[in-house]
């Protein structure tokens, strides 16, 4: 059974513009999170989509926006880039929403997101 | 608002020897407690659990205890050995936290 895949596993950007990052989830798993890892700050709940629909988000700005096509893939878009969203973006996965009980999340191995 | 807490940025042990790592939380609506580790380029992936049912649970070399009143869990290792060098996250949830919240991370370095 594949895991979760991310892509692109490294991107280049310039302040002021805009991206897309995208996660395939576990064949079968109807939710996928977004996490922002940053050294010292762990890993920053970005949103969770499932079956479609923003189930929560955390706190960031509204230049952070996702979304969930009906086979469960994920994208996730960051506009008007700004240094400090350099970060590992990871994706994760699980079979039911996060938070159910004893519910575990797969990761993907993140895309590296680097602002000049 | 950091609700779980991860004071140890990094600890070093040698193999062979315990490593107990710890994280603290605030919110007293989580009710499950997850330990994730991190190699370096790669996705974290799942350690083991604690449901606050327990005060502790035990797979191979790892267990996890969890004090509800003090808020507090640690993962214990042992023995540790050279693989184990990575990042460990702690993560909770519960029925009303709408979201898995993880800590800062541990980096753990086991040395020969």
């Known amino acids: 059974k594949a895991g979760v895949t991310q892509t692109p596993r490294y991107l280049i950007k310039t302040r002021g513009q805009q991206v897309t990052l995208s996660c395939s989830p576990i064949?079968?798993?109807?939710?996928v999170s977004w996490y922002q890892q940053t050294p010292g700050q762990g890993l920053q709940f970005l949103f969770e989509?499932?079956?479609?629909?923003?189930?929560n988000k955390g706190n960031f700005p509204g230049r952070f926006s996702g979304r969930q096509f009906s086979n469960s893939r994920s994208e996730m878009n960051v506009s008007t880039l700004e240094l400090g969203d350099s970060a590992l973006y990871l994706c994760?996965?699980?079979?039911?929403?996060?938070?159910?009980?004893?519910?575990?999340?797969?990761f993907g191995s993140g895309t590296q997101l680097s602002v000049l | 608002d950091q609700q779980v807490k991860q004071n140890s940025p990094s600890l070093s042990v040698q193999e062979g020897r315990i490593s107990i790592l710890n994280c603290d939380y605030t919110?007293?609506?989580?009710?499950?407690f997850l330990w994730y580790k991190k190699y370096p380029a790669e996705g974290p992936t799942f350690l083991i659990s604690?449901?606050?049912?327990?005060d502790k649970n035990e797979d191979g070399r790892f267990t996890v205890f969890l004090n509800k009143s003090a808020k507090h869990l640690s993962l214990h290792i042992v023995p540790s050995q050279p693989g184990d060098s990575a990042v460990y996250f702690c993560?909770?949830?519960?029925?009303?936290?709408?979201?898995?919240?993880f800590g800062q991370g541990t980096r753990l370095t086991i040395n020969p």
């Open positions: 604690i449901s606050s049912i327990k």
């Open positions: 919110n007293s609506m989580f009710d499950y």
């Open positions: 993560a909770a949830s519960g029925t009303r936290a709408q979201k898995l919240v």
């Open positions: 994760a996965s699980s079979l039911v929403a996060s938070t159910s009980t004893n519910e575990k999340l797969f």
């Open positions: 989509y499932f079956s479609e629909t923003q189930r």
């Open positions: 064949s079968g798993h109807r939710s």
